[in-house]
């Protein structure tokens, strides 16, 4: 499996963006996605998580309200809308899957994206 991230750039504070995952090889329909980000110096950070058939989604608590992770298993796609951006959202963001799990704990997934640079301007 192939995850593909895009859509991040540069934005100013108060700003949106949407960023995608696109999965290739294989469907991903049995794993549930979680979108990371991991800024210079930092440890990678749980951004959201949806579970498999997309009925559930997690939020970090600095995220929630603002952002919103959605799927569309037709299309192999996950999505990240981003509002209200911030500078401390300032990261390489990443999405990742794991079978049946879209919470938290890092090691659980088995495939990752390559990243998509999101920079927030204040």
């Known amino acids: 499996v192939q995850l593909q991230a895009s859509g991040g750039g540069l934005v100013q504070a108060g700003g949106s963006l949407r960023l995608s995952c696109a999965a290739s090889?294989?469907?991903?329909?049995?794993?549930?996605m979680g979108w990371f980000r991991q800024a210079p110096g930092e440890e990678r950070e749980y951004v959201a998580g949806?579970?498999?058939?997309?009925?559930?989604?997690y939020y970090a608590d600095s995220v929630k309200g603002r952002f919103t992770m959605s799927r569309d298993n037709a299309k192999n796609m996950v999505y990240l809308q981003m509002n209200s951006l911030k500078p401390e959202d300032t990261a390489l963001y990443y999405c990742a899957a794991a079978p049946y799990y879209s919470g938290v704990d890092v090691r659980k997934y088995e495939y990752w994206g390559q990243g998509t640079q999101v920079t927030v301007s204040s």
């Open positions: 949806i579970n498999w058939s997309g009925t559930i989604t």
């Open positions: 090889g294989r469907a991903l329909r049995s794993h549930g």
